[in-house]
């Protein structure tokens, strides 16, 4: 502020005007109530008549495209080396990167339509600096914003979409739009972006732009549960990678955690622990614990072992993550420590601790809603239902039921689609509370609907996943009340086969309710042995 109002009155030559006399203007202005000085932090805020006349007077002077030039030579300073080297920093300083935005968008939006391309770039590349640190911290919308801006003034520039500057903006907003559960946008941005990059390409075999392009529609596909897309997009990035870098590369790393994401999508359990650990060895060789990729790696191998029933190894993976992105970040008010909240908010509920569960849940929504700006995210409407399924087993069914209706409505609304996992297991919680107040023809439409999801399109990446045993347990359930008792001793059955190909020798709590229900149904068609048997082990 203070130079841009030094600036009036003078040129380039003389352009540095003494400390002293622009702290005498600064007094005279603020006497005239145009200028007010925090006495905390030392920041001018200057009343927009002073803005405008500065401006006017430097273009009739010929230097306001020179004096644009610099500030965005200073202000990209700030960032030289350290937009994602040091998000903890950052991190702590969000607030006054947030504030200094106007500012920055001000000198890119100031610069004059004829003036020369690399000052019209420096305003541009000002601002994708800018939105990757609000990315970093969570600030995703404020980050498409500024991204929007900043891509929109180098397509001005270059006048094309087809250079690679152009894409490197895209394809970060592609990822910001990814975050924020705009996936439809994320889509259209990436697709386009890897289209770029293909057909400026030299050499397509060895071309880190091309994998990286695969990579993150892997990583859309993974959101939007196409585990066939995610895999075919993984395995091209990593064919790549590993024809232009060793195993310990990052991006080499990184692609072997991601393939680890699709087995599980995909249900190979054991597979999908054995690249998570794989990729947690090269992690810690290679930058230790302290990053946001290692403990990310960490939470998803304690996700594995959760799907797989082992709640005690699960729990203290989810700590250990949890405790590292505190660290990283400086707090828990990331989307990062937020989703780690929420699985250790699922082992708690699972242990029967609703309350406890109930706390993480809260964090969840509490920290989507402001990095995101809405309710109507993905991870916020799940935990909607999850917090939906703790007052349906406090017995609260009316205030679960709205639970559910809200996470619904706002997942189709998201997606587009039913054919979501996330859809399917909102279906499962209606029909449990239908089935809890006596409604057993509406709850069995829910599950049939469910599991119709899980089986026939394959939502969860594959058919045998824990959820479809779930559905087939609660249906057989509705079917046994219905006074279907061979119904429902195939479902049962079938359920218990495949908790035990899914969960293998682990304990579970839902595997027990499977088990007893099994074991009942065994006893009421005279199979006494084998259906003690059961109960037995659904006690254990």
Not at 29 to 45: I, R, S, Y
Not at 141 to 161: H, S
Not at 169 to 190: I, P
Not at 227 to 253: C, G, M, Q, W
Request: a negative charge; one cysteine or more; aromatic letters at 6%.
């Amino acid at each position: 502020g203070g130079g841009g109002a030094g600036g009036a009155g003078g040129n380039d030559e003389n352009a540095d005007i003494p400390i002293r006399d622009v702290d005498t203007l600064i007094r005279e202005l603020a006497g005239l109530a145009l200028v007010q000085v925090d006495a905390a932090t030392g920041n001018v805020n200057i009343h927009r008549l002073v803005q405008d006349l500065t401006r006017q007077g430097l273009s009739s002077a010929g230097t306001l495209v020179s004096w644009i030039r610099r500030i965005s030579e200073v202000m990209e300073l700030m960032f030289e080396g350290n937009v994602t080297a040091n998000e903890e920093a950052m991190g702590r300083e969000l607030r006054r990167v947030q504030g200094l935005i106007p500012h920055f968008e001000a000198v890119a939006l100031h610069v004059p339509s004829d003036a020369d391309s690399d000052t019209r770039l420096s305003g541009g590349r000002l601002l994708h600096d800018v939105a990757m640190v609000l990315d970093a911290v969570g600030a995703y919308e404020d980050a498409r914003q500024v991204l929007t801006k900043a891509l929109a003034i180098k397509k001005d520039v270059y006048g094309k979409e087809e250079d690679l500057d152009v894409a490197a903006t895209m394809s970060n907003l592609g990822s910001v739009l990814r975050e924020k559960g705009s996936l439809e946008e994320a889509q259209v941005h990436s697709a386009r972006v890897l289209d770029i990059y293909e057909k400026l390409s030299t050499d397509q075999e060895s071309d880190a732009n091309i994998a990286i392009g695969h990579s993150n529609l892997g990583s859309l596909s993974v959101i939007k549960g196409d585990a066939d897309s995610a895999h075919v997009h993984y395995t091209e990035a990593l064919r790549i990678f590993t024809n232009i870098y060793e195993e310990k590369h990052p991006s080499v790393l990184a692609t072997i955690l991601s393939i680890g994401n699709v087995m599980y999508l995909k249900n190979n359990m054991a597979e999908a622990q054995s690249m998570y650990e794989r990729g947690l060895a090269i992690r810690l060789e290679i930058s230790g614990e302290e990053e946001p990729d290692t403990a990310g790696a960490i939470n998803n191998l304690g996700y594995v072992v959760h799907q797989r029933g082992d709640l005690e190894t699960a729990w203290n993976y989810y700590q250990r993550a949890l405790n590292l992105f505190q660290r990283i970040y400086g707090s828990d008010d990331h989307a990062d420590a937020a989703r780690t909240h929420r699985n250790l908010g699922d082992v708690l509920r699972e242990k029967g601790d609703l309350d406890g569960a109930q706390v993480h849940y809260d964090r969840v929504i509490a920290v989507f809603e402001r990095t995101t700006g809405s309710g109507d995210h993905p991870d916020v409407l799940v935990t909607f239902r999850d917090c939906g399924d703790i007052l349906r087993e406090k017995g609260d069914l009316d205030g679960a039921w709205k639970h559910y209706e809200r996470a619904l409505q706002g997942l189709l609304s998201a997606y587009g689609t039913e054919e979501r996992p996330e859809v399917a297991r909102t279906l499962r919680s209606f029909g449990e509370v239908l089935h809890a107040r006596g409604d057993l023809a509406g709850a069995r439409n829910y599950f049939e609907r469910a599991l119709d999801l899980g089986i026939t399109k394959k939502v969860f990446g594959s058919a045998e996943h824990g959820d479809v045993a779930r559905f087939l347990n609660s249906l057989g359930a509705v079917l046994r009340d219905l006074g279907d008792v061979e119904g429902a001793h195939s479902h049962f059955e079938r359920s218990v086969s495949l908790f035990d190909k899914v969960f293998g020798t682990n304990d579970h709590l839902d595997v027990a309710r499977a088990l007893r229900n099994y074991g009942q149904s065994l006893h009421n068609r005279g199979d006494a042995s084998r259906g003690r048997q059961h109960v037995t082990r659904a006690l254990e």
